[in-house]
């Protein structure tokens, strides 16, 4: 596959680019920072910002599928600061998408966003409110928008990060009676989205990804 990659210099972003050439897929990948990104056979580097359309079109072209994995960085401050980080790139993202493709779109959130909220306890959930709340609040909008598209969507929300060996044994949470909170390697993401896109699979799902 031909693969676009947004949030590619970092975390999970940079290691779906990595599992992806791997794989033996090509991609494309849009940062404020492409120097950051090694250069290697199969990567295609563009200079863009991806809360910008006429960054995204181009980037967009002859593409077969979207990974959405923008983060904020790990900067602890700036999940306590107001964003609209993942809504805009989102409402700039979709409608190009809708007019000219792909169709396909995999947009990682994370494990509280949207209705897996209830799947938290109490106390899960006034923790996470405190310390993620606002940037989760941008996550709840950006689901939403996802949800009314006519894309082909799958969001993705992995639980808490971890920067241990990804392994490939993880679990994907479809039935919200599964859903519960836990620990997965950024890597073990990267190996999902990658496999997902490849395969089709979980289209207009919403899947929780644990060990």
Do not use: C
Not at 14 to 39: I, K, M, N, S, Y
Not at 57 to 80: E, M, Q, S
Not at 86 to 103: D, R, V
Not at 142 to 153: P, V
């Amino acid at each position: 596959m031909h693969l676009l990659v947004l949030g590619a210099t970092r975390g999970i972003g940079r290691q779906t680019v990595d599992r992806a050439l791997d794989e033996g897929h090509t991609v494309r990948a849009v940062a404020r920072t492409p120097g950051d990104l090694p250069e290697r056979e199969g990567l295609e580097a563009m200079t863009g910002d991806a809360t910008n359309q006429d960054d995204l079109r181009p980037a967009l072209v002859g593409v077969d599928a979207v990974i959405f994995a923008i983060g904020l960085g790990r900067a602890t401050a700036r999940f306590w600061q107001p964003t609209r980080l993942f809504s805009s790139a989102t409402q700039a993202l979709l409608p190009i998408m809708e007019e000219t493709g792909p169709k396909r779109l995999l947009a990682v959130t994370g494990f509280g966003a949207g209705d897996s909220a209830q799947a938290m306890s109490l106390i899960e959930r006034a923790g996470h409110r405190a310390i993620l709340g606002r940037a989760y609040a941008d996550k709840d909008r950006q689901e939403d928008m996802i949800k009314a598209s006519g894309l082909d969507w799958t969001i993705v929300r992995p639980t808490i990060l971890t920067d241990w060996p990804g392994t490939g044994h993880y679990q994907v949470l479809s039935d919200p009676a599964t859903w519960r909170n836990g620990l997965i390697p950024r890597g073990d993401v990267a190996h999902y989205l990658v496999r997902a896109a490849a395969e089709g699979l979980n289209v207009r799902d919403a899947v929780v990804l644990t060990r």
